[in-house]
């Protein structure tokens, strides 16, 4: 199964001192609106999403359709079909993505120990 692309996307209580922080390890700004209350940081093919005030706990968070770079790959699974195949391994979902439709969606699963687990297609 290609989910896409991996990142941990963090709830952080202060973006400026965990930019800060991160910057430390490597991190540099990779995307993002701080004014907005979120940046994407990469070092090499590792990347963090920090997000101030937008959710309860951390976040996995895979892109299908994007390479490490946020650039569109030609060839990928859809988040619907990942969906499926999911749905009939027995995964629950606690939000899904409209199977009628097409491009851009989502879904999220929460694992056994609460973490959720984010799937999310821009392209």
Not at 31 to 52: C, R
Request: proline share 3%.
């Amino acid at each position: 199964m290609d989910l896409g692309t991996f990142s941990i996307s963090l709830a952080v209580k202060d973006l400026q001192a965990s930019k800060a922080f991160y910057e430390k390890f490597g991190f540099s700004v990779f995307g993002g609106d701080a004014s907005q209350n979120w940046l994407i940081l990469k070092n090499g093919d590792h990347t963090i999403g920090l997000f101030e005030g937008m959710f309860d706990r951390n976040i996995m968070t895979f892109n299908p359709g994007w390479d490490s770079n946020a650039q569109k790959l030609e060839k990928f699974t859809d988040v619907r079909d990942l969906q499926r195949q999911l749905k009939a391994a027995g995964v629950e979902l606690t939000t899904e993505a409209d199977e009628s439709t097409s491009g851009p969606a989502s879904f999220v699963a929460v694992d056994p120990d609460g973490n959720p687990v984010l799937v999310d297609q821009h392209v």
